[in-house]
């Protein structure tokens, strides 16, 4: 699948959430560059992506900054380094 995401820096949040089949793919390339364009037209300053994973749970594990806050990330962060050190 390939997912097009918006995204605020400035305000830590998602503007558009879209999902394409692999069959999709110009589509999904026509949609990321005409909010690009019009995104550049008003000014505004916003992150535009194209990922593609094998479904929506593996974009938000691998780019967990587009869907968590900070404190959010950093107590996963966490989590996941005491879950290592138990391991040795």
């Known amino acids: 699948?390939?997912?097009?995401?918006?995204?605020?820096?400035?305000?830590?949040?998602?503007?558009?959430?879209?999902d394409f089949d692999d069959s999709q793919?110009?589509?999904?390339?026509?949609?990321?560059?005409?909010i690009e364009l019009e995104l550049n037209r008003k000014g505004v300053d916003h992150e535009v992506v194209l990922l593609e994973a094998a479904s929506e749970e593996a974009v938000r594990r691998t780019h967990q900054r587009y869907f968590a806050d900070l404190t959010e990330i950093l107590r996963s962060a966490g989590a996941r380094n005491e879950q290592a050190d138990c391991g040795k």
């Open 1 to 18: 699948m390939i997912f097009l995401i918006e995204y605020n820096r400035s305000e830590g949040r998602i503007v558009t959430f879209r």
């Open 25 to 34: 793919r110009r589509e999904a390339e026509d949609s990321r560059l005409d």
